[in-house]
């Protein structure tokens, strides 16, 4: 009877209970955690909104107005833009107006900063050659395209750099809605 | 009344008599002093400049310079027997005095030394006149010489390409005047007001100098004329007198011929030969840098850029003048063109209005050479944006059209707009020169020797 009293002993049962917890512990740490879900693909909603590209006319001395439907996941001023310039690189729709990049070129980059755009010509830009005017009509439907909507100048890079020109034309400062009206 | 009472005492106690004197057409006052007539500063001041300096007097008058000592003792005064330098001369004669402290001259010395006709109470000076014009040619300059009856005052100066030369309250006959002289082929003399012009055109590079001869009897204006003679006028003039052309042909590879250098170097060589002064920014195996060609652009009175058109698919041909619009890319340019024109201002930044007349006249030659060109404007070119004065961009035609390609390869073609460019060009800048008279005379600066 003292043997069985002596094996229950406060000390006893408490390091044994204690012993049980450290056990119960161990295996709760070991355990490895358990794999989370893969979270489920969502496809944004892209949705189709009418922007205003401008192309040369036949006779190179005129911008033409083309409204075209661009499909944007963000209905943001960046993602507008980029848009309007993608569309613009792929050339017109309207018979009589003509493109002004050849087929295939690759559309610039555009960003924002406040209302200032700033568009980064493809240095296969600067080998397209074009005279004078043709040139004119380059740079200023990308500054009419871009200002339609909203946005003071156009500041244009050439492949991620500052350039004094673009063949004849003056890049040192941005082209506004004035540089490029209606001749 | 007490200076009556004065004067009276003085000439009581000195001889003095009160006399009447028609003094170049004028009646004035003048005294009897021991035989010799005396006239006062006061009377004499209204026909020359009188000052006195110490115990002398200077007289400056109808390009003379007269010196006369002051003795106060009227009597020796009148006397031969002092001495006066009349211009370089010393002579000896009656000489200056004073009266009850004014101060007197003897009008016999003032006549002698002025070249004026005397005799006792009528002062006479010859009415200036123009006797004649004779020329001399030289090497490297040419002379006029004008012979006056006496001497005037004259102003010259430079307006545009013209040398005015404006004598003073100077008579004579109204004519054109030719010579045998390589520089100064004529001159032609007008009336303007009470004055005389003489004028004539300097050429390009020339230089010119005025100056008076004053002999006893009469004066000579001498004007000497040509490239001997080194030019001292303000650089901005060269502006008018050799105005920079610069002509700029763009490079367009692959349609076998360099028609924008060809057109260029025809223009070149027609307004070089008549005494232009022409830059063309690139030959055919070298071309000027940016920097170089934007300097020589800054500097230009007429720039002229020469391109084709190119873009693709267009069907787009035949020739256009274009004009820039916009704001230029040089803050001089566009403060000067906004503001108010300072005199000369027009020299340093032209307006728009140059532009628009040289594009008229070129539209207008290439017409005449049966070639008809369109006008159009265009923005933003560099070097369009950096000519302060006239500039231009003319598109000889364009690639992509068949009919462009075949005209750009005759040569009556390239002659007849080569031709077009340089008569555009002299045309403009003639034109500018003579305008730049109306200038001058506005901002009326003269330069050079005006007395």
Redesign the interface.
């Known amino acids: 009877m003292s043997v069985i009293k002596r094996l229950f002993s406060l000390f006893n049962v408490v390091t044994l209970l204690l012993l049980v917890a450290a056990y119960m512990a161990y295996q709760m740490v070991q355990k490895p955690p358990a794999k989370p879900d893969a979270p489920k693909l969502q496809l944004a909603q892209r949705r189709d909104v009418k922007v205003k590209v401008y192309y040369?006319d036949?006779?190179?001395?005129n911008l033409k107005a083309e409204t075209r439907t661009v499909q944007v996941t963000q209905e943001n001023p960046g993602a507008l833009a980029q848009a309007a310039l993608n569309v613009w690189a792929t050339g017109p729709s309207a018979s009589g107006n003509?493109?002004v990049v050849?087929k295939g070129t690759a559309a610039p980059k555009v960003y924002i900063r406040g209302a200032h755009y700033f568009v980064d010509l493809p240095s296969t830009y600067q080998s397209l050659?074009?005279?004078?005017?043709?040139e004119?009509?380059l740079?200023c439907s990308l500054t009419r395209t871009l200002l339609e909507t909203r946005g003071e100048d156009v500041t244009f890079l050439l492949n991620g750099q500052d350039v004094?020109?673009l063949g004849?034309?003056?890049l040192?400062?941005a082209?506004t809605r004035?540089?490029?009206a209606d001749? | 009344m007490l200076s009556a009472l004065l004067l009276c005492a003085g000439i009581a106690g000195a001889q003095v008599a009160l006399t009447r004197l028609n003094l170049a057409g004028s009646q004035v006052q003048s005294i009897g002093l021991y035989g010799a007539e005396y006239a006062s500063r006061e009377v004499l001041s209204r026909l020359l400049k009188v000052e006195q300096d110490g115990s002398l007097v200077r007289v400056e008058g109808y390009g003379h310079t007269l010196l006369l000592p002051i003795d106060e003792d009227q009597q020796r005064a009148t006397t031969a027997f002092n001495t006066v330098q009349l211009d370089t001369q010393r002579v000896t004669g009656r000489t200056a005095t004073l009266v009850n402290g004014n101060l007197y001259l003897p009008l016999d010395t003032l006549a002698r030394g002025l070249g004026a006709t005397y005799e006792l109470g009528n002062f006479r000076v010859t009415s200036p006149t123009l006797q004649g014009v004779s020329s001399r040619t030289g090497k490297d300059s040419d002379r006029l010489v004008l012979d006056l009856t006496r001497d005037v005052e004259f102003k010259d100066e430079l307006r545009g390409t013209t040398v005015q030369i404006t004598l003073s309250g100077l008579k004579g006959e109204a004519r054109r005047y030719t010579t045998r002289g390589a520089f100064v082929p004529a001159a032609e003399v007008k009336a303007q007001g009470n004055d005389l012009v003489l004028s004539f055109p300097l050429p390009p590079g020339s230089g010119y100098r005025v100056y008076r001869v004053v002999r006893t009897g009469g004066a000579r204006v001498v004007i000497d004329a040509g490239p001997g003679i080194p030019r001292n006028t303000v650089a901005l003039l060269d502006r008018i007198s050799r105005p920079l052309i610069v002509l700029d042909p763009a490079r367009v590879e692959g349609l076998g011929r360099d028609v924008t250098l060809d057109v260029a170097r025809r223009a070149a060589e027609l307004l070089s030969k008549a005494g232009w002064q022409v830059k063309v920014t690139r030959e055919s195996g070298s071309a000027m840098g940016l920097n170089e060609k934007l300097t020589l652009v800054r500097q230009s009175d007429v720039f002229l850029a020469l391109d084709l058109g190119r873009f693709p698919g267009t069907g787009r041909g035949g020739v256009t003048v274009y004009e820039q619009t916009g704001r230029a890319g040089t803050q001089i340019v566009n403060t000067l063109r906004a503001g108010t024109t300072p005199p000369y201002g027009a020299l340093v930044v032209g307006g728009p209005g140059g532009s628009r007349r040289l594009s008229e006249l070129l539209r207008g030659e290439l017409r005449g050479g049966g070639v008809t060109a369109k006008q159009d404007s265009v923005s933003r070119l560099l070097t369009l944006g950096e000519a302060p004065q006239a500039a231009l961009l003319l598109e000889l035609g364009w690639t992509g059209n068949a009919a462009d390609r075949a005209n750009l390869g005759t040569e009556a073609r390239l002659q007849a707009m080569g031709v077009a460019l340089a008569r555009s060009v002299a045309t403009y800048l003639t034109a500018r020169a003579n305008n730049a008279s109306q200038l001058g005379a506005a901002a009326s600066t003269p330069q050079g020797a005006t007395q």
């Open positions: 040369s036949a006779q190179v001395q003509l493109a050849p050659k074009y005279g004078s005017s043709g004119r009509v740079l004094d020109t004849h034309l003056d040192r400062e082209f004035q540089d490029c001749q």
